[in-house]
């Protein structure tokens, strides 16, 4: 739900108006009765995932999940 607040009520109401936004809502505020600024709530920018971006740039070992006697030692001090 968009709602219009004018600006001089939002400087004296914006702790509320922020908890509202941060509940999802939107605020249009005015100026004048004007539009002038919109309160939304931010998301952090996030790249576009591409599946498969690394295909063909990383090779797993074939002894990756290999674990030996000799590497318990070297990890665990045995």
């Known amino acids: 739900m968009n709602e219009t607040v004018n600006i001089a009520d939002a400087t004296a109401h914006l702790s509320a108006l922020i908890?509202?936004?941060e509940?999802?809502?939107e605020i249009i505020l005015t100026r004048h009765g004007k539009p002038v600024a919109r309160l939304t709530q931010l998301r952090p920018h996030r790249p576009d995932r591409s599946p498969g971006a690394w295909r063909g740039r990383v090779r797993i070992a074939a002894d990756f999940d290999r674990f030996t006697p000799a590497d318990a030692r070297e990890w665990y001090g045995e």
């Open 23 to 25: 509940a999802g809502e």
């Open 19 to 21: 908890t509202r936004v």
